[in-house]
């Protein structure tokens, strides 16, 4: 079924999820994650994803100054430790960070270390929500280096944040880009007091659309949420971490409230074999979606 592009083996990547819950301690975080990507590693990931935001409490919660002390240069301290674990493990390591670009400008970050530990780059979070307990907007600046992908020992990745997995628009450039599989960062959860309907309609939704990603790109998705209870029990992390192939197929689920390190062997050669059987890319009318670039088409 699968074409092997690759030759023997090679289109056959293991990734490693991290789903876990956070607590206030920066650095015990950071420790916990980097225990948790030892775990990935030993059971054979290659390239290893954190939650967006890992190394903290969700903080935006609250608008609150105080929390921009969080902050931090990229590269920096935490790319610099996880750059000696990626070389010492030999894996790829996708860190979710609240970057410090200047005095009064900061982003949601992700960072890119490649398996020798060298820095590959970084991609700034290009949507910015501002809903009730979401209040992202207030710590951050919109992504101004586009988006990116990231050309690994294992694979050419590309990395999007949370908000941005709600619009197709940002994985197709992505995978326009080359990119062979996308990886998202996320922390959504459900309010307190919630019904239990709304609850999975919420989480169906958000599973729907990137899985809608992979099969409309002909490219892998893997989703990686947080769990846990945050802002005084107000805010339940939904987890539900997944990894889905080129045809939005379901390799791996993770639970909504368990914390779980898994590794998902994901076949890259299958792009192949979905592009040529559903080839969205070649009937693409790119001569017709000028009207994509506003805001509204209003009548007149």
């Not at 054979?44 to 609250?62: M, P, R, W």
């Not at 693409?284 to 009548?299: A, Q, W």
Request: aromatic share 12%; with cysteine; glycine share 8%.
């Amino acid at each position: 079924m699968c074409l092997n592009i690759y030759g023997d083996g090679m289109s056959r990547i293991k990734v490693g999820t991290v789903q876990m819950s956070c607590e206030k301690d920066k650095a015990k975080n950071l420790n916990k994650a980097i225990e948790k990507i030892g775990q990935a590693a030993k059971a054979g990931a290659q390239i290893i994803c954190l939650q967006e935001l890992f190394t903290s409490l969700y903080f935006c919660d609250v608008e609150d100054y105080d929390n921009f002390d969080l902050a931090e240069s990229i590269p920096g301290p935490s790319t610099e430790i996880l750059g000696k674990v990626a070389k010492g493990l030999g894996v790829v390591i996708i860190a979710s960070l609240f970057e410090k670009r200047t005095h009064g400008l900061y982003h949601n970050t992700v960072a890119v270390l490649d398996a020798d530990g060298a820095y590959l780059g970084k991609y700034r979070k290009m949507h910015i929500p501002d809903d009730p307990a979401f209040y992202e907007k207030f710590y951050f600046t919109p992504g101004d280096l586009g988006y990116r992908v990231f050309s690994t020992k294992f694979a050419k990745i590309g990395v999007l944040i949370c908000w941005d997995q709600w619009y197709p628009e940002a994985s197709r450039i992505t995978a326009l880009m080359g990119a062979e599989v996308l990886f998202y960062p996320t922390a959504i959860g459900w309010a307190a007091g919630q019904d239990e309907e709304t609850n999975k309609d919420q989480y169906n939704a958000w599973q729907t659309i990137q899985r809608s990603h992979a099969i409309a790109n002909g490219v892998p998705v893997v989703s990686v949420n947080r769990v846990g209870d945050e802002q005084q029990g107000a805010m339940s992390f939904w987890g539900g971490s997944f990894v889905a192939n080129a045809q939005g197929k379901l390799l791996y689920l993770g639970s909504h409230d368990k914390e779980e390190v898994e590794v998902t062997e994901i076949d890259l050669g299958e792009s192949d074999f979905f592009r040529k059987h559903w080839p969205f890319l070649r009937d693409r009318r790119i001569d017709s979606y000028n009207p994509i670039t506003k805001r509204f088409l209003d009548e007149d």
